[in-house]
């Protein structure tokens, strides 16, 4: 599975676009990419995940480079109860391991 | 529905004694993880079960660490005997996913933090 690089830490104010990028430069064709965050003393919580069209849901937009090297995660209007760390995974097509990194930590300031 | 359940939610124990978590899938997942999760770092992946089989567990230090999944539904996890390094949270979760699918999503509980003295 490819490797990703996102930066350790992030702050965004309530109310405003929150974009978390990701450098997936390996990625092969048949690996997806997955957002996944974590909310203080919580588990894991999936967001959303593509292969490389743009992918929207309730909680947030999934952008990913037409070259599929780079991606961002956009929380449309960020709340104080969006603070979590952000974690971008890599995962190929009948993989059986995730590997999550150290994530981004986005502060959100009212 | 009910989501992933895990008992206890925290541990203290001393170095070299045993311990045990539990966790509950959420009812019809076929697939069960349980990862370590140390302070400051993203989850490590320590095994995974389709059903009641294992399908990866090359991460898992077997010399101190056991899981099993009686009847593909509970698993318990288990430390014997523990190491201060031990110390972290350990998380389950549990997806649909089959053999083959190309797509998934996991299902965290919300882990069970061991403090090893």
């Known amino acids: 599975d490819a490797k990703t690089t996102q930066p350790p830490s992030m702050d965004c104010a309530e109310g405003r676009a929150a974009n978390l990028p990701c450098n997936h430069s390996?990625?092969?064709?048949?690996?997806?990419v997955y957002w996944y965050r974590q909310i203080h003393s919580q588990g894991p919580q999936y967001i959303i995940h593509g292969l490389k069209n743009n992918e929207t849901n309730e909680m947030a937009s999934l952008i990913i480079t037409e070259d599929r090297k780079s991606s961002t995660l956009i929380l449309p209007h960020a709340t104080l109860r969006d603070t979590a760390v952000y974690y971008c995974?890599?995962?190929?097509?009948?993989?059986?391991?995730?590997?999550f990194g150290a994530g981004t930590r986005l502060f959100v300031k009212a | 529905e009910a989501g992933v359940a895990q008992s206890p939610r925290y541990k203290i124990i001393e170095k070299r004694q045993s311990v045990a978590f539990w966790c509950n899938p959420i009812s019809g997942h076929a697939t069960l993880y349980w990862y370590q999760q140390i302070l400051g770092q993203g989850p490590k992946l320590l095994i995974q079960?389709?059903?009641?089989?294992?399908?990866?567990d090359s991460q898992l230090p077997k010399d101190r660490f056991s899981a099993e999944r009686l009847k593909g539904v509970d698993s318990t996890l288990k430390i014997q005997p523990a190491k201060l390094e031990d110390s972290a949270v350990y998380l389950c979760a549990s997806s649909l996913r089959l053999a083959g699918d190309t797509s998934y999503e996991q299902y965290f509980g919300p882990g069970t933090r061991l403090t090893v003295t």
């Open positions: 390996t990625i092969s064709g048949n690996e997806y």
């Open positions: 995974i890599v995962k190929r097509t009948g993989g059986f391991k995730t590997i």
């Open positions: 079960f389709q059903n009641n089989g294992v399908v990866d």
